[in-house]
């Protein structure tokens, strides 16, 4: 009888052990990732092409579901309001990021963990008609008529690019759409004059000369379109560069953190991720570990707020 109690007591003992390891695995069932944009623009592509990368890791799917809405803020607020377990993860973009520079938006950096930056763009002003070919033609006629401007919403980097010139006499005007098809339509269908947009998101349309740039954010002019003024040279010191970074909710075991950050690392390094960026029109040194991120999340805000509309 002594020995029968030993050995279940020995026999509980291991399944609760068992149940313990159990429990502690991570990920053991399926990650969540959203995208708070509609399918088919940069930061869709940016997830799929790294929940492909981190499944053969993880060995767990990472369903893909979109929450276009309010800038990011829908998708944002699907994930801040879900356990802080680790089975949720979401793309954060420089649009949404931007909204911390209005002092009255309801979230924080503090209620998000970065996990990763996964990609860096440049981004610029793109035009489809015939009669705005250069920025030299967007100058003149934006001095004599109001010109719509595609952007992503109100706030946004978008946004600030728009006030930025309009503050300059030039008459802009942000014209918000939540979903990127909806955007290209716009200006394709002669519903806005301008799109502002990262260079890699509207490559097909450049390569069927469908859309043009006109003028690239940056600090010099940009290889592939060697004929485009950049953005400083003109004596415009606004750059700021589009970025797609994977967030967690703050308060997330630090350990699971850990596991989707080294999993992004993991993905970021593989040749089929940097032919993605490459093809992207991407800085090819785009990936910043979690390590860092949120450093250069505090860089980015700090020069969002300097050309933010105060309020």
Excluded at 17 to 29: F, L
Excluded at 77 to 91: E, F, Q, R
Excluded at 152 to 180: R, W
Aim: proline content about 6%; overall charge positive; hydrophobic content about 45%.
């Amino acid at each position: 009888m002594r020995f029968t109690q030993v050995g279940l007591a020995a026999v509980l003992m291991a399944c609760g052990a068992a149940a313990v390891h159990a429990q502690e695995r991570y990920p053991s069932r399926p990650i969540e990732f959203i995208v708070p944009w509609g399918p088919g623009g940069g930061a869709d592509q940016v997830a799929r092409k790294s929940a492909q990368l981190m499944e053969k890791d993880l060995k767990a799917s990472l369903p893909v579901i979109n929450v276009p809405g309010a800038t990011g803020q829908t998708g944002l607020n699907k994930m801040l309001t879900a356990p802080a377990d680790g089975y949720t993860i979401s793309v954060m973009t420089g649009d949404t990021f931007g909204l911390l520079t209005d002092p009255n938006t309801k979230w924080s950096l503090d209620q998000i963990t970065p996990a990763a930056i996964m990609i860096k763009q440049p981004s610029a002003f793109f035009t489809s008609a015939d009669n705005l070919k250069t920025w030299a033609d967007v100058e003149r006629e934006g001095k004599t008529r109001p010109l719509k401007v595609a952007i992503t919403g109100f706030g946004s980097p978008d946004d600030m690019h728009v006030n930025y010139f309009a503050k300059k006499g030039i008459k802009l005007v942000s014209v918000p759409f939540a979903k990127p098809a909806e955007r290209y339509t716009a200006i394709l269908g002669g519903h806005a004059d301008i799109l502002y947009e990262q260079v890699g998101d509207v490559k097909s349309f450049l390569q069927s000369n469908k859309m043009r740039p006109v003028i690239i954010f940056a600090d010099k002019r940009f290889p592939a379109f060697k004929d485009v003024p950049a953005g400083k040279e003109l004596g415009h010191d606004i750059v700021i560069n589009q970025f797609r970074a994977v967030m967690m909710r703050a308060g997330t075991d630090p350990k699971r953190v850990k596991v989707i950050s080294d999993a992004l690392a993991k993905a970021a390094a593989t040749k089929d991720y940097k032919d993605y960026l490459a093809d992207q029109y991407a800085d090819a040194n785009s990936f910043v570990p979690a390590a860092r991120a949120r450093a250069f999340l505090e860089k980015e805000l700090q020069s969002m707020r300097k050309f933010a509309i105060k309020k």
